[in-house]
């Protein structure tokens, strides 16, 4: 009985060692970043090129990865902060790195990434949760009172980020003044703060999913002090080889997308598409589960993020480095973001959503993508 019971021990440690293990992938792409710098791929043509970008949409995803671990380590409010900026280091760095470019004017690309990132959240991803959600259990339900706070916040951030610079007169046209761009970068911080506070402290139950919905998902055991220091490690490995690649590839990114003879609003929406590609997995994967609450923490979640921590951030270089940002949006675009407003209200305001309000969402968002190719 004691030799069977220590096999069974040895066997369970094992099993709770490679479970405990981080992926082989998460190692291995923050190294290969490293290796593609020194060897300096990013400044060959062709094959060294295609290397990079993919082991940088690689690091991408380690960062992501290695951020979540560390996130659910650290508990909340913590761990989200940590998630979010996380993320925003990403997106900045691949904003900042096409704004120093010479191949075009990309002073409209922090507009065009945040437009993109907004339309993808709020009618993309939430979008393909309600249909994949709908089609698989027919009506789901989420707690109102947290999505409606969300939507609140966002409202209030897209209209002052991406609207009022038009109708601002100190400077002509989609600009705002320095003293405005700072006083906007402060009052988004100020307001994403908040949000944080209400979802993680003071009113955390509004964004819990309901007892019937919830599994052992939910109640995973966080990482061990070991885990999370190597995670930690990797994290900043993958972060600095996002910045590096980001800016040695910007060039080729722009010269690619000018010579194909597209709008350059395109590569915002591929910075939002890469940045926002592990989170939008995790919500549609919630959803199928008929976890549709968790998938609209992540999705709005994502969406306030962007806007209150990359606006401020790259107001800040901008400032510093004396770069020009255009954050105003054209009727087009603001005809679009007042319709997903308006129908995300709408279709949300309910507590419960089927397959209709998901084929609406993705119905704009088609429509999004159609005149951003098609102007």
Same mark, same amino acid.
């Given at each position: 009985?004691?030799?069977?019971?220590n096999?069974?021990?040895h066997?369970t440690?094992r099993?709770?060692?490679r479970?405990?293990?981080?992926?082989?992938?998460?190692?291995?792409?923050p190294?290969?970043?490293?290796?593609?710098?020194m060897?300096?791929m990013?400044?060959?043509?062709?094959?060294?090129?295609a290397?990079?970008?993919i082991v940088?949409?690689g690091?991408?995803?380690?960062a992501?990865?290695?951020?979540?671990?560390v996130a659910?380590?650290?508990?909340?409010?913590f761990?989200?902060l940590?998630?979010?900026?996380?993320?925003?280091?990403?997106?900045v760095?691949l904003i900042?790195?096409?704004?120093?470019?010479?191949?075009?004017?990309?002073s409209?690309?922090?507009?065009?990434?945040?437009?993109?990132?907004?339309?993808?959240?709020?009618n993309?991803?939430?979008?393909?949760c /309600?249909l994949?959600?709908?089609?698989?259990?027919?009506e789901?339900?989420?707690?109102l009172r947290?999505?409606?706070?969300?939507?609140?916040?966002?409202a209030?951030?897209?209209?002052?980020?991406?609207?009022?610079?038009?109708?601002?007169?100190? *400077?002509?046209?989609?600009?705002?003044?320095?003293?405005?761009?700072v006083?906007?970068?402060v009052?988004?911080?100020i307001?994403?703060a908040?949000?944080?506070?209400?979802?993680?402290v003071?009113?955390?139950?509004?964004?819990?999913?309901?007892e019937?919905?919830a599994?052992?998902?939910?109640?995973?055991?966080?990482?061990?002090?070991?885990?999370?220091g190597?995670?930690?490690?990797?994290?900043?490995?993958?972060?600095?080889?996002?910045?590096?690649l980001?800016k040695?590839?910007?060039?080729a990114?722009?010269a690619g997308v000018i010579?194909?003879?597209?709008p /350059?609003a395109?590569?915002?929406?591929?910075?939002?598409?890469?940045?926002?590609?592990?989170e939008s997995?995790a919500?549609i994967?919630?959803?199928? *589960?008929?976890?549709?609450?968790?998938?609209?923490?992540?999705?709005?979640?994502?969406?306030l993020?962007?806007i209150?921590?990359?606006?401020?951030?790259?107001?800040?270089v901008?400032?510093?480095?004396?770069l020009d940002?255009a954050l105003?949006?054209d009727?087009?675009?603001?005809?679009l973001?007042?319709?997903?407003?308006?129908?995300?209200?709408?279709?949300l305001?309910?507590?419960?959503t089927?397959v209709?309000?998901?084929?609406?969402h993705?119905?704009?968002?088609?429509?999004?993508?159609?005149t951003?190719?098609?102007?």
């Amino acid at each position: 009985m004691t030799d069977s019971a220590n096999t069974t021990a040895h066997a369970t440690s094992r099993k709770l060692l490679r479970k405990d293990a981080l992926p082989i992938w998460s190692i291995a792409l923050p190294v290969a970043g490293g290796l593609v710098m020194m060897a300096g791929m990013a400044a060959w043509n062709g094959i060294g090129l295609a290397v990079a970008a993919i082991v940088l949409i690689g690091c991408v995803l380690a960062a992501v990865h290695h951020a979540e671990v560390v996130a659910h380590r650290v508990g909340e409010p913590f761990g989200t902060l940590v998630l979010a900026v996380s993320v925003t280091v990403i997106e900045v760095s691949l904003i900042v790195s096409l704004m120093l470019s010479d191949e075009a004017d990309a002073s409209t690309l922090a507009r065009d990434t945040v437009f993109a990132a907004i339309m993808l959240i709020l009618n993309g991803i939430v979008g393909i949760c /309600l249909l994949v959600g709908g089609v698989r259990h027919y009506e789901q339900v989420f707690v109102l009172r947290g999505v409606s706070a969300a939507l609140c916040v966002l409202a209030a951030l897209a209209v002052l980020t991406l609207v009022l610079p038009n109708y601002t007169l100190s *400077r002509a046209g989609p600009f705002f003044s320095p003293s405005q761009l700072v006083f906007v970068a402060v009052i988004s911080l100020i307001l994403y703060a908040t949000f944080v506070l209400i979802q993680t402290v003071r009113h955390r139950d509004y964004f819990l999913p309901s007892e019937d919905c919830a599994n052992e998902d939910s109640h995973a055991a966080p990482p061990s002090n070991e885990q999370t220091g190597v995670a930690f490690g990797l994290l900043i490995a993958a972060l600095v080889s996002v910045v590096l690649l980001a800016k040695e590839l910007a060039p080729a990114l722009e010269a690619g997308v000018i010579a194909a003879g597209l709008p /350059l609003a395109i590569v915002g929406v591929a910075i939002a598409a890469l940045v926002l590609g592990p989170e939008s997995l995790a919500a549609i994967k919630a959803a199928r *589960r008929n976890r549709l609450q968790t998938s609209l923490n992540l999705a709005l979640g994502s969406a306030l993020a962007t806007i209150g921590l990359t606006i401020p951030a790259v107001a800040i270089v901008s400032l510093i480095l004396g770069l020009d940002i255009a954050l105003g949006i054209d009727p087009k675009r603001m005809t679009l973001l007042g319709l997903s407003l308006i129908v995300a209200v709408i279709s949300l305001g309910t507590g419960r959503t089927t397959v209709l309000q998901g084929m609406v969402h993705l119905i704009i968002f088609a429509a999004f993508l159609f005149t951003t190719i098609v102007p």
